[in-house]
Structure formats: structure tokens, C-alpha cells
């Protein structure tokens, strides 16, 4: 047996090596295609982009397949500077960076309960603390590679390093929510919008022509169509879900980066670090936006389904009490109860309904009624007390009542009452008040159990056999 288990640990091992090198393998080729996409509209020198994906891609890989997968991101980093010409020593080390930053961001969503669902509010604050976070550390990893390589001129770390940082922060905005929350199921309920998202895809890209591309955009004019692409990020949180909002905002945001690139949209300004400024607010309120949606959306699914299930708890427990529930308004009509109420007062459901309170309430409990009336209005509560209800045969039932006093959704007061059925009660009470006048008789009792122990006595005993109580009792 020992040698069985042996085998299969080392086939499970093996099938996991071969697991992770594929996803190393795929996160290099996806590393290393974004990250060449991104360098092709730099922003400083040749290393520095508006947009780095590959940071995004990084965090999503690590937090889906693990922190195994690490080389990936290291060796992607490197293959992507040295395509730009990189010597090999500087492209390691910014990879250093690279992969540094994607980790820290990782460790700190981990040790903070992220949610990759992004299913509450907690979940974006989170996100975007361990984006900055880790991304500072990218950020001043390759620059400092890059100034010691005198890639960066005297006086320009500090822009150098601002653009890199929100380069990469807002890759890591724009992709993760996209990778992390990607299924087979999302996929579907994009793919199952049919003829919404046909008209949302062609209302969306009339607004991202003449927002971002239409030479209009150097005056200016059209920043107000940037604005009102928010809604679209809106309309695809509620229809198309999570991945459908991220889709959506990483689209739009590419385009808008492109383009600025290019010298096109409304961000561009005679400032250009405000131009920057306002392009990376436009691409970190877009996915804000989405998230934010979908993290409100599932907190109120999750409250919904817990009031539902408290609902069927409650219900059933309603359903299945024995004690009477019963919810009238203040006229004392029955709006609502359950079958031990039926049962109680002997009335089928339609025919409760068409009496009310006071048809049940004997005439000589008035006085009772009002102290309790007006107990309800002094405190919200009335009860315990005890009465009788007029049963549908003309039979009076004892109960004991406790009741509340509540506000319905329609503004109106009602009134929950717990009806108790203590005829059993009643009844015992009456045995033993007879039993105790028996027991009080001139007539000598024992009382003894199955065994024929002795249990009690009365005075009469005693008086005739001349025993004490402590003689008796316990013997047989």
C-alpha cells in the first residue's frame, strides 16, 4: 500500500509541474504581447507607456493559479525589454521591478479577504490600495534602473516615475477586473444579451469615434461625449455583469490612450502633465464606475437571498407553530394567520376574514379589553392575559394572549397577537384543585407510586395509624 500511494503522489506532483509550466508559458506569451502593444504609444523614452497591461495580467495570474507562477512574470518582463533594445543586465533588473510590484499587490489583496468576485464594497477599496501599493514598488524599481542607465535625464525622475506609477496602476485597474472575474458563465451572459448588446456595441462606438478620434477633440469639444460614456459603463454593470463592465472599460480606456497618443481626444492639452492627469482619471473612473456597480448589485443580490431564506424560516415556523399567530388591523378585522388560529377558533380561512375581533370576544371581558387596548398604545405591547373565544360551534375556548403593535409598508398600524389554546391547563388546574380538597378530606390518603413507594400523606392518615410523615414517606 505504502508503495500505491507513493506512485500516485508522484503522478499528482508531475501533472502539477506540467499545470504550472503551462501557465507560466501562457502568462510569458500574454507578458510579452501586451507589454510590446504598450510600447509601441510611449510615453518616456522608449520604457515608459500610458497604459502597462502586463502589470494587470501579473496580479490576475498570481491571484488565479498562485504565487507558482512568478517566473512567468519575471521572464516576460525581460523578453519585453529586450525586444526594445534593452542590454541584458537593465532588462533583468527593471523585470526585478516588474515582478516585485505585481507580488506585493497579490500578498496584500490575500492577507486583506479579497474577493476576485469584486461581490463587495470592501473588495474596490482593497483593490485599489494594493494596486498603488504594489505598483510604487514597480515604479521605483524601473526607474531607478533606468536613471542609473542615464536613460532618464537630470530633473525628470519625479515625472518619470508619476507616469510610470499610475502607467502601471491603472494596467492593473483595467485587466485584473476583467481576468479575475472571467468564466464560462460570465462569458455566456455576455453572449446571451443578443440584441441589447448589439445596440449597446453601436451606441458605444458613435461615442468613442467622436470622443476620442474625431479632430474635434483638439478644441476641446468633445470632452462632454467622454463624460457620457460613464453611462455605458453603468448600462453594461447591470446588464452584462462584472466581466461585461470590465470589458467595457478596458475598450474604452485603450482607445482613449491610443488616441491621446496619437495627438486625438479631448484630453489633449497644452499642459501636458494635466492632459496625462486627465486621461488616467477618465481610465481609473470608468473601471471605478463598473466596479462599484457590480460590488452594490451583488451586496443586494447576497441581502435579498438571506432575507429570502429568513423568510421561508420564518414562514415555516409561522406555519407549523402551535400556538395561534394572528395579524389584525385596529378595527380588529384578521389580515393574516396560520392553521393552529384556525384550528383554535374552529373557522375555515375565508370565513375568518369575514369576522372580525370582537366577533369571538364574549361581551363580559369589555372591561379587560380596554385595559388592554390602552396598554398597547402606552407601550406597543398588551398581555399576557387570559379570556375565552367564541368558538364557529358556540363553544367558548380559554387562551392566553400576548400581542404587539407593529407599522405595516402601507403606513398602517397592526396588531400581532400569539394565541395560546390552555384548555389542556385549564383542565389539569381543576384536577388538582379537586385532588388537593380529596386530599384535605377526613378520609385517610397515601399517596404512592408504580413501585408502591410512598409518595405523601395526609393529616387524616397520620391521625389514625399514628405515624409521623418522616416514617412513612420513602417506605413501601
Given at each position: 500500500m505504502p508503495g500505491r500511494f507513493d506512485s500516485i503522489k508522484q503522478v499528482n506532483c508531475q501533472a502539477l509541474k506540467t499545470l504550472n509550466m503551462r501557465h507560466i508559458s501562457l502568462l510569458i506569451l500574454a507578458y510579452f504581447l501586451t507589454g510590446w502593444l504598450g510600447l509601441q504609444i510611449p510615453y518616456v523614452g522608449s520604457h515608459i507607456t500610458l497604459v502597462w497591461l502586463p502589470t494587470g495580467i501579473a496580479v490576475a495570474a498570481l491571484l488565479r493559479w498562485g504565487w507558482r507562477v512568478w517566473p512567468g512574470v519575471f521572464v516576460g518582463a525581460i523578453l519585453v525589454n529586450l525586444?526594445?533594445?534593452?542590454?541584458?543586465?537593465?532588462?533583468?533588473?527593471?523585470?526585478?521591478?516588474?515582478?516585485?510590484?505585481?507580488?506585493?499587490?497579490?500578498?496584500?489583496?490575500?492577507?486583506?479577504?479579497?474577493?476576485?468576485?469584486?461581490?463587495?464594497?470592501?473588495?474596490?477599496?482593497?483593490?485599489?490600495?494594493?494596486?498603488?501599493?504594489?505598483?510604487?514598488?514597480?515604479?521605483?524599481?524601473?526607474?531607478?534602473?533606468?536613471?542609473?542607465?542615464?536613460?532618464?535625464?537630470?530633473?525628470?525622475?519625479?515625472?518619470?516615475?508619476l507616469s510610470w506609477w499610475l502607467g502601471d496602476t491603472v494596467g492593473v485597474l483595467l485587466a485584473v477586473p476583467l481576468l479575475v472575474t472571467l468564466s464560462w458563465?460570465?462569458?455566456?451572459?455576455?453572449?446571451?444579451?443578443?440584441?441589447?448588446?448589439?445596440?449597446?456595441?453601436?451606441?458605444?462606438?458613435?461615442l468613442a469615434w467622436f470622443a476620442f478620434i474625431n479632430d474635434d477633440a483638439m478644441s476641446g469639444h468633445s470632452l462632454p461625449l467622454a463624460l457620457l460614456t460613464l453611462p455605458l459603463f453603468a448600462w453594461a454593470a447591470l446588464r452584462f455583469g462584472k466581466t461585461g463592465a470590465a470589458l467595457a472599460g478596458l475598450c474604452f480606456s485603450v482607445i482613449?490612450?491610443?488616441?491621446?497618443?496619437?495627438?486625438?481626444?479631448?484630453?489633449?492639452?497644452?499642459?501636458?502633465?494635466?492632459?496625462?492627469?486627465?486621461?488616467?482619471?477618465?481610465?481609473?473612473?470608468?473601471?471605478?464606475?463598473?466596479?462599484?456597480?457590480?460590488?452594490?448589485?451583488?451586496?443586494?443580490?447576497?441581502?435579498?437571498?438571506?432575507?429570502?431564506?429568513?423568510?421561508?424560516?420564518?414562514?415555516?415556523?409561522?406555519?407549523?407553530?402551535?400556538?395561534?399567530?394572528?395579524?389584525?388591523?385596529?378595527?380588529g378585522r384578521y389580515v393574516e394567520f396560520n392553521q393552529a388560529f384556525q384550528d383554535i377558533c374552529g373557522y375555515a380561512a375565508?370565513?375568518?376574514?369575514?369576522?372580525?375581533?370582537?366577533?369571538?370576544?364574549?361581551?363580559?371581558?369589555?372591561?379587560?379589553?380596554?385595559?388592554?387596548?390602552?396598554?398597547?398604545?402606552?407601550?406597543?405591547?398588551?398581555?399576557?392575559?387570559?379570556?375565552?373565544?367564541?368558538?364557529k360551534d358556540g363553544s367558548l375556548v380559554p387562551l392566553r394572549l400576548n400581542g404587539m403593535l407593529i407599522s405595516g409598508d402601507d403606513g398602517q398600524r397592526y396588531i400581532w397577537s400569539i394565541v395560546e389554546d390552555i384548555t389542556d391547563s385549564k383542565r389539569l388546574e381543576a384536577d388538582l384543585r379537586v385532588a388537593a380538597t380529596a386530599f384535605e378530606s377526613q378520609e385517610g390518603i397515601m399517596v404512592t407510586d408504580a413501585q408502591g413507594v410512598i409518595l405523601r400523606i395526609n393529616k387524616t392518615f397520620i391521625k389514625d395509624t399514628g405515624y409521623t410523615v418522616e416514617e412513612v414517606v420513602g417506605q413501601t
Open positions: 525586444s526594445i533594445g534593452s542590454p541584458w543586465l537593465l532588462a533583468a533588473s527593471i523585470a526585478v521591478g516588474n515582478t516585485l510590484g505585481p507580488l506585493l499587490s497579490t500578498g496584500w489583496l490575500k492577507r486583506g479577504g479579497f474577493h476576485c468576485e469584486f461581490d463587495r464594497q470592501k473588495d474596490v477599496g482593497l483593490f485599489i490600495s494594493a494596486a498603488m501599493a504594489g505598483m510604487a514598488v514597480s515604479a521605483s524599481c524601473g526607474v531607478a534602473c533606468l536613471y542609473w542607465a542615464g536613460l532618464i535625464p537630470h530633473g525628470a525622475g519625479f515625472n518619470a516615475w458563465k460570465s462569458i455566456e451572459r455576455v453572449r446571451h444579451a443578443g440584441k441589447e448588446l448589439s445596440i449597446w456595441l453601436l451606441i458605444a462606438s458613435l482613449a490612450a491610443w488616441s491621446t497618443a496619437a495627438g486625438h481626444g479631448p484630453f489633449i492639452m497644452p499642459n501636458t502633465q494635466a492632459s496625462l492627469l486627465l486621461l488616467w482619471s477618465y481610465m481609473a473612473t470608468t473601471v471605478l464606475t463598473g466596479l462599484l456597480i457590480t460590488a452594490l448589485l451583488a451586496e443586494r443580490r447576497r441581502v435579498e437571498a438571506d432575507l429570502r431564506a429568513s423568510e421561508i424560516k420564518l414562514r415555516g415556523l409561522y406555519e407549523m407553530s402551535p400556538l395561534g399567530i394572528a395579524l389584525t388591523d385596529m378595527e375565508n370565513e375568518l376574514k369575514a369576522v372580525d375581533y370582537w366577533t369571538l370576544t364574549p361581551r363580559k371581558y369589555a372591561a379587560d379589553e380596554t385595559r388592554q387596548l390602552e396598554l398597547l398604545e402606552r407601550t406597543g405591547r398588551y398581555g399576557p392575559y387570559e379570556k375565552e373565544y367564541i368558538r
